[in-house]
């Protein structure tokens, strides 16, 4: 079994900053991909940046440019600086990562979401 807990979230003004992380931990033998999603109130959640297990990153059109995907793999964490924030990216934010365990089998987890507030 493997978990996840996310952090960093908060109330931010217009244009502000924020750091989210997640860190994984229990039966890790490989992560293989970690990634973040949003999910805003009535929307469906989407993707907003993935990296893979040798450092490729993918953003979605709307953050390309403001979002930063990164990683400390010693730690099995992953963080999404997010800067220039627009009220319209208020949501829940969840990390995802597809994990091999130490029995070898494939999985993605979802942390539990941390909420992110962008207002005045």
């Known amino acids: 079994q493997v978990h996840l807990v996310e952090s960093g979230g908060g109330l931010v003004q217009p244009g502000g900053s924020l750091r989210l992380s997640c860190v994984a931990s229990g039966s890790i033998f490989r992560i293989n991909n970690m990634k973040w999603y949003r999910q805003a109130p009535g929307k469906e959640r989407e993707l907003v940046a993935t990296?893979?297990?040798?450092?490729?990153?993918n953003y979605a059109d709307s953050v390309k440019g403001r979002f930063t995907i990164s990683t400390n793999n010693a730690k099995n964490t992953v963080y999404l600086q997010m800067n220039s924030l627009r009220p319209e990216e208020t949501a829940v934010y969840y990390c995802?990562?597809?994990?091999?365990?130490?029995?070898?089998?494939?999985?993605?987890?979802w942390g539990q979401g941390t909420q992110v507030t962008v207002s005045s």
């Open positions: 995802n990562v597809l994990v091999t365990s130490s029995d070898y089998t494939l999985k993605a987890y």
């Open positions: 990296v893979t297990s040798i450092g490729s990153t």
